[in-house]
């Protein structure tokens, strides 16, 4: 029997690489919000965990893995692209170099903590998501969608922040840039929580899915049956 996707689970896979990959770029640049001093990932990066939200509540965990190891390995890939487009010879009338390789240059550093972050905080996200959606028997999805994000992006912050900055900054200031990144990528899911519900409730009207995940495998690498 052929597997099929639908139209809405394409769409929201494609939305969700694209975030990830645009969230990675505009890292590079640090903003100031008021007192608050945040990076441009601010922006798109939430978008992510409100979309991993989405797919785990309709689809289920087993999709939502799906998704999370595609945008892993696109990250990977634009990543090394990259790298490649730096270690080629620049023309000599061009005089962007100094500017391209800031912004695509990810240091190893930075790049092994986005990655292994990203990882990490979806996969608790979704994992989060799921068990309660079971435990409440579908309802409370405002609370569910809440504390999943809390516990996904609390978990990205304290593995990205500490690899990517340890030792360059002091403790303090590392505490701080985590407990604030933490709380604003949360906030942003508060704030954009009514958007949130009527997709959910939408997509599953058009595309009559409604998964519960029981008696499945939670093991992040299994995927004999997607």
């Keep these: 029997m052929q597997k099929q996707v639908s139209l809405p689970f394409l769409l929201l896979g494609i939305l969700f690489n694209v975030c990830l990959i645009a969230?990675?770029?505009?890292?590079?640049?640090?903003?100031?919000?008021?007192?608050?001093?945040?990076?441009?990932?601010?922006?798109?990066?939430?978008?992510?965990?409100?979309?991993?939200?989405?797919?785990?509540?309709?689809?289920?965990?087993?999709?939502?893995?799906?998704?999370?190891?595609?945008?892993?390995?696109?990250?990977?890939?634009t990543i090394g692209f990259a790298r490649i487009a730096i270690a080629l010879p620049?023309?000599?009338?061009?005089?962007?170099?100094?500017?391209?390789?800031?912004?695509?240059?990810?240091?190893?550093?930075?790049?092994?903590?986005?990655?292994?972050?990203?990882?990490?905080?979806?996969?608790?996200?979704?994992?989060?998501?799921?068990?309660?959606?079971?435990?409440t028997g579908g309802k409370y999805f405002s609370l569910r969608a809440i504390l999943s994000t809390l516990a996904g992006e609390s978990a990205d912050s304290l593995i990205f922040f500490p690899i990517a900055f340890g030792g360059l900054i002091s403790g303090a200031e590392l505490g701080l840039l985590i407990?604030?990144?933490?709380?604003?990528?949360?906030?942003?899911?508060?704030?954009?929580?009514?958007?949130?519900?009527?997709?959910v409730r939408y997509i599953k009207k058009i595309d009559q899915s409604d998964v519960y995940d029981r008696h499945i495998s939670y093991n992040i690498i299994h995927f004999k049956d997607l």
């Design 23 to 77: 969230s990675n770029l505009l890292e590079t640049k640090v903003i100031q919000l008021g007192p608050i001093t945040a990076t441009a990932g601010l922006i798109v990066f939430p978008i992510s965990y409100i979309i991993n939200d989405c797919i785990a509540e309709v689809w289920g965990f087993k999709k939502a893995r799906l998704i999370i190891w595609c945008g892993f390995f696109m990250n990977f890939l």
């Design 90 to 135: 620049a023309a000599p009338f061009w005089e962007g170099e100094e500017s391209f390789n800031f912004v695509f240059g990810l240091a190893p550093r930075i790049a092994l903590a986005s990655l292994l972050a990203f990882l990490i905080g979806s996969f608790l996200n979704a994992y989060i998501m799921s068990k309660m959606k079971v435990a």
């Design 179 to 199: 407990g604030t990144q933490a709380l604003l990528k949360s906030l942003y899911e508060v704030i954009i929580l009514p958007v949130t519900i009527r997709v």
